[in-house]
């Protein structure tokens, strides 16, 4: 077996299909489906089970597929290192995170980071949840992932960098609107903007609200953060979303974000495979990051106190 045959393997194991595998690899199906076929001769075992949809690894595939995961990371993490060691300032970094993460929580830092290091290699790839960010550290050549923090994940370190309270997107002429905050018991009557079920900011807010007894209605979905406020201040349905950092909504909008207390702030911050495997220029973006996000929260903060302040001394109940 050759090392193309295990990265190979592991690709079409993530995947679940030879076809994808072959159109990420610009080959035919016929051809990785020989670096399949080479591994399977060499462990004397079917790593693989065709079904309807596609492929799924049988119980010697995932023991293959967990080791070879690990060790093409870990050689890849050393190949990087090297690399790093002989270009000196001109290495690269590759991150992997959500479709809207990058706009509000690296923006000032990949500004920052690119003055420090004009040569470096900034590489983004998008995925649509924090499972799948993990799926993609520990499978492909990636250094770092941002990521809602939920519990320990094999194979993966998690530091949250900051906490984002919660706060309930309304229209300005709602009745809410002029609240210095909402109860979350209240939301029990109103019908809310999902985000997806299979996100970790999703998960994190339905357990929240099963463990406070809140049972929310609701008729609309989205996929991020950004088109539940687009679809709230277009009076759609109000929609419980985290405060990110550097969100500007300006007072005499549209669209108000009142405070929800009871709920738990959400944790987000970097996960990566071993922090002292990190290559030092990774290791310095993720620093970097964690520096702004947390400026940037700070600001947002006491912009909302002293919003919440004019609220309050002109409320009348």
Known sequence: MTLEDLRVFVAVCRAGSLSAVARELDCTQSAVSQHVKRLEREAGVSLLERQPRGVVPTHAGRVLCEAASDSIAGLDLALRRLGDLVHGDSGSVRVTT???????????????????????????????????????LAAGNLDLAWVTIAGPVRGIEQRPVVALPWVLAVRADDPLAGRPCVNTAELSDIS??????????????????????????????????????????????????????????????????????????????????????????????????????????????????????????????
């Open 98 to 136: 959500g479709g809207t993460t990058v706009r509000h929580f690296m923006s000032d830092a990949i500004v920052a980071f690119r003055q420090r290091y004009p040569k470096v290699s900034l590489e983004f790839q998008t995925e649509t949840s924090s499972r799948n960010c993990f799926e993609a």
């Open 192 to 317: 809310l903007i999902r985000l997806p079920q299979n996100s970790s900011s999703g998960a994190r807010l339905d357990a929240a609200f099963a463990e406070l007894g809140i049972r929310s209605s609701s008729d609309t979905s989205v996929a991020d953060w950004d088109t539940a406020l687009l679809l709230a201040e277009l009076g759609l349905g109000h929609a419980v979303v985290p405060v990110l950092p550097g969100w500007e909504i300006p007072g005499d909008g549209p669209l108000r974000l009142v405070p929800l207390p009871d709920l738990p702030p959400l944790p987000v911050g970097w996960a990566v495979r071993r922090w002292d495997a990190l290559t030092p220029l990774a290791r310095v973006f993720a620093d970097t990051v964690a520096h702004s996000c947390t400026q940037r929260a700070a600001d947002t903060q006491l912009k909302e106190h002293a919003d919440r302040a004019a609220r309050i001394s002109g409320f009348d109940p």
